[in-house]
């Protein structure tokens, strides 16, 4: 079986340009959160699940999961959102398996926003942490989603802090500075992988 490497970061951290760095360099990566965004609306037993728990309006009129209803609903309760979560989470890991299954390299990467959170880290060969200063992943946050500083700032409160992502990763890359650096450092620590 492939070791599988958790790849991490907070918002605006640099981790999904990370990954496309990482696939040209000939790896596979596993988008966690693309994949949940997916499953959502190819499950109809996530579906009914969803549904049950958040209502209707979950989904549009067209059957698909309406992910602003949903992140609006759950935003302030936490209790709602670990119940979306104990649905979401198995699904995820389930289709991570049968994607592991296909895969031929000795390395494989899967990127997720919740790699310490949900200790997944556990189940991974090693954890790789793209990190950089908060500021600056704000103005990144901002320049690309066209968010304000205060948005950008409430989700940071919400996720776990650098700090203690620092002392839990195997592995970090500091993106503070430009993308030749980031694409230079993530060269270096795939390959030091061992
Ligand atoms: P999120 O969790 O919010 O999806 P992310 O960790 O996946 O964020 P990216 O989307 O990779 O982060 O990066 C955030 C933004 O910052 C993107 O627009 C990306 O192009 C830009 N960016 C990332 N790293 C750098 C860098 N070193 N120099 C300039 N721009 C960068």
Not at 91 to 120: C, P
Not at 175 to 189: G, P
Request: hydrophobic share 35%; aromatic share 10%; charged share 35%.
């Amino acid at each position: 079986a492939p070791k599988v490497i958790g790849l991490t970061g907070g918002i605006g951290s640099g981790k999904t340009t990370v990954a496309r760095f990482i696939e040209e360099f000939g790896f596979p990566v596993y988008y966690s959160d693309d994949r949940a965004k997916a499953i959502v609306n190819e499950s109809e037993d996530l579906k009914i699940k969803i549904k049950e728990l958040l209502g209707d309006e979950a989904y549009d009129s067209n059957g698909l999961y309406d992910r602003k209803f949903v992140a609006e609903k759950v935003f302030n309760n936490k209790e709602q959102l670990q119940e979306l979560n104990e649905i979401i989470h198995p699904a995820v890991r389930i289709d991570f398996e049968e994607w592991l299954k296909k895969q031929t390299k000795y390395l494989v990467f899967k990127e997720t926003a919740l790699l310490f959170e949900l200790k997944l880290n556990r189940q991974c060969y090693k954890s790789l942490l793209v990190t950089a200063e908060d500021n600056i992943r704000a103005k990144r946050v901002m320049d690309r989603d066209g968010k304000t500083y205060r948005e950008v700032e409430a989700v940071m409160e919400k996720q776990m802090p650098e700090k203690d992502k620092i002392k839990l990763a195997d592995c970090i890359i500091y993106n503070n500075t430009n993308l030749e650096d980031l694409k230079e450092q993530t060269e270096q620590v795939i390959f030091d992988i061992e």
